[in-house]
């Protein structure tokens, strides 16, 4: 059997060009002793698989050269050798980028029994879901009534988080570019505000603005102008949630940070960056109290979608051009 | 009785000018009820006073122009007119920035009878001894063995971090920059490291080879490049105590933070701003463990002394030159 896969031919520099993602294509060995085969149905594409671009090994191993791309997947096991799963089983794995997924059967994870469509698990219910949970409870420790601010809140992650932080009866400004994501966020009771053709004093006044009583919590995933004015509105005993620095990952020159960190002293704030995958223990705890909302439609999300596995780069680019509201992914023919 | 006290003539703009700082004089009125009058023989001056002194509530309230400057400083009570307190007794409260203090008794807190000279509870048993031993235990919860970087390290906080840290089985590294500095730091088997002529890339540099092994903890005072640097060297579960950012105090324009605070993410780590003052209920549990050290000896601590209250701006103004080591006192005729 084929897979077709995508591999990368160089580490970029700044923006990814299209030209460095490779289609390739190769026949499947035979399945050994405990693997499975997977037809994908959703691929994700997803801002961290930035960092994975480089030859330097931060906090996940970068892309090899030249081998498949990895990322989260959906799909269906069309063969097995292994046990603990059956042909027809829908499943998540990290063989992403690519059609046809073989992989040894404990790294693949069936789907709950949850009324939720499929790529629900790359989204709301999954890393991205996870992460906004985990920055807002874990790290932000956001509390009922708390001023809740998020940069990039029409993302996958941000507005995941908006929805959570305003669940839990918090005050929540979200900053978004484009007017129909604005439009999106008021919908959600969300006060939006824009950060274009602004500067960081302009967009500190806005966000002054649609949270006058400061900010207790300020959920990061951009940087730039955004955290500069969110540390001139925070509150005493505030505190920062640092998911993503979505501004600098394509930077070719280094940004500078933010003028005003000394802020931190004066209102005695706590800035913290974290990985969602070393607080995976608490997954159990995020599904059971998240996965009702989404089922019973009580969390809006959004979705945008490209068709077919050649479109997966541009998808992926998308992400840098915030040509997506809500979560990024790929639709595979089944 | 006459009382010499300072004032400030307008807030400044940058680093203060001396012509800003007025020596004025005025008689006191009798003592009120539940008053003493104290006869001050060390002031302190301190790097935080710089917030003290622009119109806006930071943490502390302004100096309020042509009123009596304040500080910390200790004294004797000359007269009393309240149970507590009795003439003889010597005393620290925050009647600094003048010869004699008059002030209610229950702002005025007696010295413990520990066999210290007096002028150390100013420095290391005072305000800065109690900010280093806060930032490094309840801040950057320090364990022994970590990998602990401190700014400014032979400043008032930043030689008793060191010592600290070096007490609690710590591999230190301290960035300061005049010879004298750094030959101090290594005679307390501190790794001294030169922030002289370099850029935060050869800082970054200097400190890798200092501490090999990474970065667990970092004691900020200083801001600028020293932060940029620390940054690139943290280790996974970092934490930085934000003390201070010297560095920006004076500065006329926005100074750019770093360009990589995205390493919080990568490396997980925790960067916390904190006021002392808010901590000052374990004052007791930081005298019980710092101050038969420092009684036996085991705390080296340095003072840089300036004689006559006349000279109490230009010790202020030494802080932003680098002019002090350990402590910077004001030492009256007694």
């Known amino acids: 059997m084929q897979m077709r896969f995508y591999t990368l031919t160089d580490y970029p520099t700044g923006l990814p060009d299209r030209a460095l993602f490779k289609l390739e294509s190769q026949t499947l060995p035979e399945l050994a002793e ?8 959703w691929l994700s594409v997803d801002p961290y698989m930035r960092g994975r671009m480089s030859g330097i090994h931060t906090y996940v191993a970068p892309f090899e050269l030249g081998k498949p791309m990895e990322g989260a997947a959906i799909g269906e096991v069309i063969e097995s050798n292994d046990a603990r799963l059956n042909v027809g089983d829908k499943v998540s794995h990290m063989g992403g980028w690519r059609d046809i997924a073989q992989l040894p059967a404990q790294e693949v994870t069936p789907l709950p029994d949850i009324d939720v469509p ?20 874990l790290i932000a420790e956001c509390r009922p009534g708390d001023n809740v601010l998020v940069s990039a809140a029409s993302g ?40 274009r053709d602004r500067n960081s004093h302009e967009l500190s006044d806005a966000i002054r603005l649609a949270s006058p009583n400061g900010i207790d919590v300020y959920y990061e995933n951009v940087g730039g102008i ?24 394509n930077a070719e020159e280094p940004t500078p940070g933010p003028s005003n960190l000394a802020q931190l002293i004066m209102r005695k704030a706590k800035m913290q960056g974290f990985i969602v995958a070393d607080y995976w223990e608490h997954y159990p705890e995020f599904l059971k109290e998240v996965a009702p909302q989404v089922s019973a439609g009580k969390i809006d999300y959004k979705e945008t979608v490209k068709e077919g596995l050649e479109n997966t780069p541009e998808a992926f680019l998308t992400l840098f051009e915030g040509g997506n509201t809500g979560k990024m992914l790929v639709k595979l023919d089944s």
């Open 34 to 41: 405990g693997e499975v085969r997977i037809r994908n149905s």
């Open 118 to 137: 499929e790529q629900a698990y790359l989204g709301v219910l999954g890393m991205p879901g996870m992460t906004a949970w985990t920055g807002l409870n």
């Open 156 to 195: 996958a992650v941000g507005s995941m988080v908006v929805q959570l932080a305003k669940a839990k009866g918090c005050h929540v400004v979200g900053i978004a570019g484009a007017a129909h994501k604005l439009a999106w966020l008021e919908s959600l009771s969300v006060e939006p505000v824009s950060y």
């Open 226 to 249: 955004c955290l500069e004015a969110a540390l001139s509105q925070l509150n005493e005993g505030a505190r920062i949630a640092v998911c993503g620095m979505i501004n600098d990952y």
